[in-house]
DNA sequence: CACTGATACAACCATATGGTTGTATCAGAG
DNA sequence: CTCTGATACAACCATATGGTTGTATCAGTG
């Protein structure tokens, strides 16, 4: 049986396109086990607290991170959900691989033991 | 023990770059299965020719596909190699968020069975 | 060789992106 | 209320990106 996948939805986009930036990365990567506010993870990075701050809304929008008040901070913290969509895209990629290699494993066994393919193969013309 | 993973280096960049776009998300779709040249592959998408030509050029810079000539056509195939890079820097910041998870527990267990921690803290004043 | 299918690549354009600085808001501390 | 730490947001700039059209190369076919 096929595992007929829907793959490659515009959703996604926003998705891995914050993860297609380092220092975005690192943020995912702390904003997991920490728990800083924007302008301590700022201090982290060679840019403008500003700069920073446009990176964390890029990984809001994505669904990756999410803001919460605490006191005058506002604390990030990672969205372990959107790490696993990503993540499950690529399993399905990998799933539909192994599909592949199954499929042209029956191929080469079914060749091998019957020449017949060919037989009618020419037998047509 | 703490397993202090490199993450976020820039070679990501272009690897999760490439996959943020949906076009090229089904190209890589495409490629894994099918056996395509790249006009059969711009017949997919309402778009130029060239404009999917420097799709492929993206995925093929990103290491997640490779050309061969056949013929004259040449022949695009996914690298499931880059795949699983991609997705094992997904599983380590799975793997971190486990990991944190592990430590709150333990610090809730302390805490639970230690009332002295305060004690030690109080002491100190 | 001439022809044509398939690809490659350059030039160009509009918009998106990553950075900057400057100003405004918002929540506690005094 | 005032002051200040922390954040938010607007305006701006340079470069990257995704698309276009046009031209050049490259490999088989007749």
Redesign the pocket.
Known sequence: MVVSVQIAPPEFD?LF?AL??H??RDIVRRAISAE???????SHY?????????????LERAGLIS?Q?V??????RTNLEALLVARRLLDQYEELWRARIDRMNELIAETDGAIDTVETKESKR
């Open positions: 926003p396109g297609a930036d220092t975005r800083e506010g924007v302008l301590e993870l700022a060679p840019m403008s607290f500003a700069a920073v701050q446009k990176h964390v809304a890029v803001k008040r006191g005058r901070r506002s604390v990030v």
